[in-house]
């Protein structure tokens, strides 16, 4: 296996074991279709998904609010490691938020 591979597998992994499930919403990625056409009229049809950024999320400890105004609840993010063993990224509400 190539290096570079090795070295994506583990930095995935490590990404992956510090972000905690959503407990509250889970998260699904709406849909939508555009159409990509070419000068003469031919036009083939998409369907994709989107998600937003965390920053538009609630991050929380059993509904309890990890992130309020501008600050970290410090009780759960004392450090950002123990922030992100701790706190979970929701699923944003896209229909009804969004």
């Known amino acids: ?3 570079l591979t090795k070295l994506t597998a583990i930095l995935s992994f490590n990404v992956l074991a510090a972000q905690q499930m ?14 990509e056409c070419t000068a003469d009229g031919n036009c083939k049809k998409y369907i994709k998904s989107l998600v ?5 999320r609630w991050t929380d400890v059993d509904g309890i609010n990890c992130y309020t105004g501008t600050e970290w609840n410090e009780t759960y993010c004392s ?4 922030c992100a063993k701790k ?3 929701e699923g944003g509400d896209y229909e009804n938020t969004y």
């Open 52 to 56: 937003l950024d965390s920053n538009w």
């Open 22 to 35: 959503p407990t509250q919403l889970n998260e699904t990625h709406p849909s939508f279709t555009y159409s």
């Open 87 to 89: 706190c979970s990224l």
């Open 1 to 3: 296996m190539k290096l």
């Open 79 to 82: 450090d950002p490691d123990t």
